[in-house]
C-alpha cells in the first residue's frame, strides 16, 4: 500500500514512518514539505503520490499557545484536516486523523473513562480546534478513522517527560511541582504507531479512542518516569489550582479504547509497563540529550 504520513517529523509522525515503512511504500512529510493549511498544495501532494491511505499526525499541539493564537490553532487542526480529508475523498485514500482526549471536559469522576459515543465538549481552544477537525473530516468524506489519544511521549520531539528530565538534571534539588489532579492515560506514540498499522491492515473505520491501558496524574507520570530513569528528582505533587495555565485541562480525560476492544483490534498496553520498555530502550539517549540542551 502506498501511505502518507503529515506531520512526519513530529513525535507520532516519527513512529508512524519507522513502523509503517516496514510494510508499506511511505511517504513522509512535515510542515516544510507540506503545509497542510494549503489546499492546493495538498492537492498536488496526494495527486502526485496517489496514496491508499494518509496518516495526519500534524497538528498545533501547544496547548497553551493555541489561546493566544486561535487563530493558527484553528488553521492547522481544523482547516488542514479538512483539506486533507476533501482530497482524500476526490482521489479515493483514506484519511486517518489524530485527535485528542481533550475534546471531552473531563466532568466525569475519575475512574470513569470516556467511550467513543460519549458527548464532547472542549473547554479549550485547543480542544475546540481539533473538534472543529474532527467534524471538518466527517463532514468532507465517509472514508476515515479519527483516532483519539492522549498524553503522548516518545522518542521523537519535545514532550512532558523530556522537560521534566532536563529540569532535574539541572538541579536535582530543585522542587518540581506537578499537578495531581488531573486524571489520563500517558500514551507511548510508539505503540500508537502499531496500533495504526493494525487498524490500516484490518481496514477499521470510524471514531476510536486508541491510549495506553490504565490511567494516572502528571505527578504520578513524573514520579514513575524519574524512578525508572533512576535519577535524583524532587518532584511534588500540587493542584490545578497551585499551576495555573492559559488552557483549562480536563481534570479527567481517562479514554476507554471500546472499539477497539469490541473489534478485536486492541494493542494499546498498560501505560506503566510501556512507560518501562521506553526507559529500557532509550535511558542513554534520554540523558544525552537532556544534557545536551543549552543550560
Ligand atoms: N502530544 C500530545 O500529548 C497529544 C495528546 C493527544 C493528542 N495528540 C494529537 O496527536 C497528534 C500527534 O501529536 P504529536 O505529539 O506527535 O505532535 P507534534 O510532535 O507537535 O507534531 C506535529 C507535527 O506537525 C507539524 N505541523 C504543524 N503545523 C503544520 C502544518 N500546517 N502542516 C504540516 N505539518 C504541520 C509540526 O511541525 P513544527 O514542529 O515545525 O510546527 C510537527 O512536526 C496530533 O494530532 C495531536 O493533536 C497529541
Redesign the pocket.
Known amino acids: 500500500m502506498k501511505l502518507l504520513i503529515?506531520?512526519g517529523?513530529?513525535?507520532?509522525?516519527t513512529d508512524c514512518h519507522a513502523i509503517l515503512a516496514r510494510n508499506h511504500e511511505v511517504m513522509s512529510v512535515?510542515?516544510d514539505e507540506?503545509?497542510?493549511?494549503d489546499p492546493l498544495q495538498v492537492e498536488s501532494a496526494i495527486a502526485g503520490f496517489g496514496p491508499n491511505v494518509i496518516v495526519n499526525?500534524?497538528?498545533?499541539?501547544a496547548v497553551d499557545a493555541c489561546e493566544t493564537r486561535s487563530e493558527m490553532a484553528w488553521k492547522?487542526?481544523a482547516e488542514?484536516p479538512r483539506n486533507l480529508a476533501a482530497a482524500a475523498k476526490r482521489y479515493g485514500a483514506q484519511l486517518i486523523h489524530?485527535?485528542?482526549?481533550?475534546v471531552f471536559d473531563g466532568g466525569k469522576a475519575p475512574p470513569e473513562s470516556y467511550v467513543e459515543t460519549d458527548e464532547t465538549h472542549p473547554v479549550s481552544c485547543y480542544g475546540r480546534s481539533?473538534l472543529a477537525g474532527e467534524n471538518a473530516v466527517k463532514e468532507a468524506t465517509n472514508n476515515y478513522m479519527i483516532l483519539r489519544?492522549?498524553?503522548?511521549y516518545g522518542i521523537g520531539?519535545p514532550?512532558f517527560l523530556k522537560t521534566m528530565l532536563s529540569l532535574t538534571l539541572k538541579d536535582p534539588t530543585r522542587e518540581i511541582k506537578v499537578v495531581n489532579d488531573q486524571f489520563g492515560s500517558p500514551t507511548w506514540?510508539y505503540r500508537l504507531a502499531l496500533q495504526i498499522e493494525k487498524l490500516i491492515n484490518e481496514e477499521g473505520q470510524g471514531v476510536y479512542h486508541a491510549t495506553a491501558e490504565g490511567h494516572g496524574t502528571w505527578f504520578q507520570l513524573a514520579s514513575e518516569f524519574l524512578d525508572q530513569m533512576v535519577v535524583p528528582h524532587c518532584v511534588v505533587p500540587c493542584t490545578t489550582a497551585d499551576y495555573p495555565t492559559l488552557a483549562t485541562r480536563p481534570m479527567n480525560s481517562i479514554l476507554e479504547n471500546r472499539r477497539l476492544k469490541e473489534s478485536g483490534m486492541n494493542l494499546m498496553q498498560d501505560w506503566r509497563s510501556d512507560l518501562r520498555q521506553f526507559v529500557a530502550e532509550f535511558r542513554d539517549r534520554l540523558i544525552s540529550e537532556a544534557r545536551e540542551e543549552p543550560r
Do not use: R
Open positions: 503529515c506531520g517529523k513530529g513525535q507520532l509522525g512535515d510542515l507540506l503545509d497542510i493549511t499526525c500534524a497538528a498545533y499541539t492547522v487542526n488542514g489524530i485527535s485528542t482526549d481533550y481539533k489519544t492522549a498524553w503522548l520531539g514532550n506514540s
